[in-house]
């Protein structure tokens, strides 16, 4: 195998067997790939424009005191955690096509009203109406991924989907300091009430392509670009296992499974390691050393950087080795590395920023878990929709008060017991995956010990594949020899 092919296999994986296959990627990756990550750029500029503005007005503007930036964020999070079970679900019942752009263009209304507030108790109402929309697109989108891609294609395209919230903070940055400079006072606005307008614009256009375009999932779609026989070829590539349906067992097949427990503690606590980027720690850190506001929204986009970095060769890896579990330890070494060096905190500048940037390796586990779970859980398309928005809840019921407890405002810039707690909160992620390891291992063993090797429910997605397009490319063949036939003669 050469070098190129090898770094081919590990950027984008193999590529598929037939130019059929080959043609319904490509039209995947254009259509669910491109709507899902817009979709969640959409939503997490939504956010990271509500820190940046809050840093660059907003907090004089509306006359914000004490802990209220906290009280906006913890609403947000009950909002999104109210919403996120129920959206998972309503995808099993409505039309993602439908259900997901409705969202979104709920979410960029929304923003739109939040440059009309006038006090907090306003932004409080209508970040609470944002959460309970916004909550169908991150665990919504990765069970529609998880759903179109094969276990070797998931992580990459997990990765992907996870960098565009990180994108969302880095755009943020650099359009509030564009704004900042060029439209703060434009038609009697402020710059941070020009940041949700903007939001407004974005989201529709986002919302409308996935009206027209979106496809569905590979058993249920009707897109108008996928051809009957690419249809059947979405359904068929995958690992086929029995239909599942939402039913009262419902309860008992995700409960009754260790999948939710541990996938959400996994989730619930090791999220937490994302504490520096979630509570723009960095930038309180800049606005006390008093610099300018392009430098408060520049400056912090370097760990924004590292978090897309570290995400993506995260993803890349796993989907190469085969292996996810190890990414969970290594972003613990990295954070406790930072963290360490900012309890110390008396160090110079550029050591100071370098720990406070190296905090977005905390992001790295993120897409590679949520891969995992698609893949653990993939034979129950229900229990995988409600173990994905599992994690999604515990993740944001710690958040909630997490923030209040390790990362309140007050605490700014030091935030002393926020790194002390990334250690207890390192040891406990590596110990959930290893207990998740032993546990689908255990699973493995005994499916093979009822079914015995190569004979597990339904055919491998290499078999059935190539049953479905035999005959198209017996038909390429021929039309191939019949070519050089006619140039022959």
């Given at each position: ?29 254009c ?100 959460a ?6 991150f665990?919504?989108c ?36 564009r ?62 296992h ?74 890349y890896?796993t ?45 790295m ?7 995992w779970?698609?893949i ?114």
């Open positions: 195998m050469s070098f190129l092919h090898k770094t081919r296999v590990f950027l984008w994986g193999q590529k598929p067997a037939t130019k059929l296959e080959q043609r319904l990627l490509l039209k995947i990756d259509v669910v790939m491109t709507f899902c990550t817009l979709l969640f750029l959409s939503n997490y500029l939504n956010r990271a424009n509500f820190s940046n503005a809050y840093l660059t007005g907003m907090k004089e503007d509306l006359n914000f005191k004490g802990k209220q930036f906290n009280q906006v964020n913890s609403i947000f999070t009950a909002g999104y955690i109210i919403g996120l079970w129920p959206n998972n679900l309503i995808l099993q019942v409505v039309p993602p096509r439908w259900w997901l752009p409705f969202c979104g263009a709920m979410w960029g209304i929304l923003s739109a009203c939040l440059a009309a507030t006038k006090t907090p108790e306003q932004v409080m109402a209508i970040r609470f109406l944002q309970l929309f916004e909550s169908s697109t665990t919504g990765h069970w529609i991924l998880g759903s179109w891609y094969k276990e070797e294609e998931l992580g990459k395209r997990s990765g992907i989907f996870s960098t565009f919230a990180q994108m969302g903070s880095l755009w943020s940055g650099v359009m509030q300091g704004i900042s400079q060029t439209m703060n006072g434009r038609l009697g606005l402020k710059s941070y009430q020009w940041l949700f307008i903007i939001d407004f614009a974005l989201a529709m256009p986002i919302a409308i392509f996935g009206f027209l375009s979106f496809p569905d999932t590979p058993r249920k779609t009707k897109a108008w670009f996928l051809s009957e026989e690419e249809r059947q070829l979405a359904v068929a590539r995958l690992l086929q029995k239909p599942t349906k939402m039913s009262w067992d419902l309860l008992k097949r995700v409960f009754g499974r260790w999948h939710i427990y541990l996938f959400s503690l996994l989730f619930g606590f090791g999220s937490m390691l994302e504490s520096a980027g979630i509570n723009s720690v960095m930038g309180f850190w800049f606005k006390s050393l008093n610099f300018s506001k392009d430098k408060i929204n520049y400056y912090p986009l370097s760990l924004i950087s590292i978090a897309i970095f570290t995400t993506m060769l995260a993803a890896i989907d190469y080795v085969g292996s996810r579990w190890w990414v969970n330890p290594l972003m613990g070494v990295i954070v406790c590395v930072s963290s360490i060096m900012l309890l110390v905190w008396d160090i110079p500048y550029s050591a100071k920023f370098f720990a406070f940037a190296i905090q977005g390796a905390g992001y586990g993120q897409a590679t878990n949520f891969a779970a698609n653990v859980c993939a034979e129950d398309e229900q229990e995988r929709a409600m173990v994905l928005a599992g994690m999604n809840v515990l993740s944001n019921i710690v958040n909630s008060w997490w923030n209040f407890v390790f990362w309140p405002a007050t605490s700014a810039p030091r935030y002393t017991n926020g790194w002390i707690s990334m250690f207890p909160l390192s040891v406990f992620a590596t110990a959930v995956a290893l207990a998740i390891v032993y546990l689908e291992r255990k699973d493995r063993r005994k499916k093979l010990s009822w079914t015995g090797p190569g004979d597990e429910e339904g055919r491998s997605d290499g078999e059935v594949v190539n049953e479905l397009t035999e005959k198209r490319v017996t038909e390429e063949d021929d039309a191939s020899s019949n070519e050089e036939k006619g140039t022959k003669a």
